[in-house]
Each structure stands twice: as C-alpha cells, then as structure tokens.
C-alpha cells in the first residue's frame, strides 16, 4: 500500500510541478508583451484590445494553474500560531485535517458552484464584450475548473504524505519553496 501512496503522491507532485513550471513562462511573456503594448501606444499612438486582453488571461491562468504548484512548494500562506511549535507528525495531523476539513470541501464548492457559469460560457463559446477583443472568454473561465482540480488534487498528495508521516512509513520533507 505504501508503494502505490508513493506513486500516486509522485505523479501528482510531478503533475502540478510540470504544470507549474509551464505556466511560469507566462510571466516573461506578459512583460515582454506588456512592454510591447506600451511603446505601441506611447511611441506609435496605437492601442490592440487583443493585446491588453491577452496579458490579463496570462495572468489568470498564472495565478490560477499555479496555485497547485505553490501549494506543492509549500508557497501559501500559513498561519502556523501552533504549526511550528509542533512535532512533524503533529504537523502532520493539522495538515491531513486541514486538508480534509478546509481545502477538500473549499476546492469542491468552487470547482461545483463554478461548473454551471463555466458550462453556459462553453454553450455560447462566450467572448470578450470589446470590440477587436479575444473570443476566448469561455477558455479563461475553464481555467476555474481546473485551478480547483489541480488545488485539490495537491491537497490530496499532500493528506497522502501525512498519513505516511503519521502511519511512521515516511519522514517528514523538508519545504522546498
């Protein structure tokens, strides 16, 4: 049983590092592109909705794709009044109820209130209220779904490296943020 926990936590991890790291790139592009928008209109009197709607999309899908990725790096902020006067295993026990108790239930409500706002931008393939702006609304909105999924899908690996910690089959790991 400890095998198949290590592989499931392992190809989660590995998941939302790849994940992660992809959607890092993004932040070079939406500077070099924000630099672009800002001499087009400085420079050369032009503005593109397109554009400036683009580097708002980057951004979102940064902070929302990223999100199982900083979880992953321990990256969030953690009120840890208790946590760090805890032992790993007390640790441990915080995380798996927290996991259980907050971050499970609260992925679910967002990923199930959001579905049907979601669905309905799809039936419509939604796009953007700007004349000359992306047609691409009902992609951003997707993106909802899937930072709750990958959010909930860390939070899982992360119970599973608890119980393991609890259950003495593993050693806490160190954050790696």
């Not at 951004?59 to 953690?78: I, S």
Request: hydrophobic share 50%; net charge positive; proline share 3%.
């Amino acid at each position: 049983m400890e095998k198949t926990i290590t592989t499931i936590v392992g190809t989660i991890d590995k998941t939302n590092e790849a994940v992660g790291k992809a959607t890092s790139w993004l932040n070079l592009v939406m500077v070099l592109l924000t630099f672009v928008i800002v001499v087009m209109r400085y420079l050369f009197n032009q503005g593109n909705i397109a554009m400036q709607e683009s580097v708002v999309y980057m951004y979102a899908f940064v902070f929302m794709l990223g999100a199982g990725y900083t979880f992953l790096k321990d990256g969030h902020v953690r009120v840890d009044i208790f946590y760090k006067r805890c032992t790993p295993v007390g640790q441990a026990w915080i995380n798996l109820i927290g996991g259980f108790t907050l971050l499970l239930p609260t992925c679910g409500f967002i990923f199930f209130v959001s579905l049907p706002y979601v669905l309905a931008s799809w039936s419509l393939f939604e796009g953007s209220v700007e004349v000359g702006g992306l047609n691409l609304v009902y992609i951003l909105k997707t993106v909802i779904l899937l930072m709750a999924f990958l959010l909930a899908l860390q939070g899982v690996s992360s119970m599973l490296k608890s119980y393991l910690v609890i259950s003495g089959k593993s050693t806490p790991e160190k954050p790696n943020a």
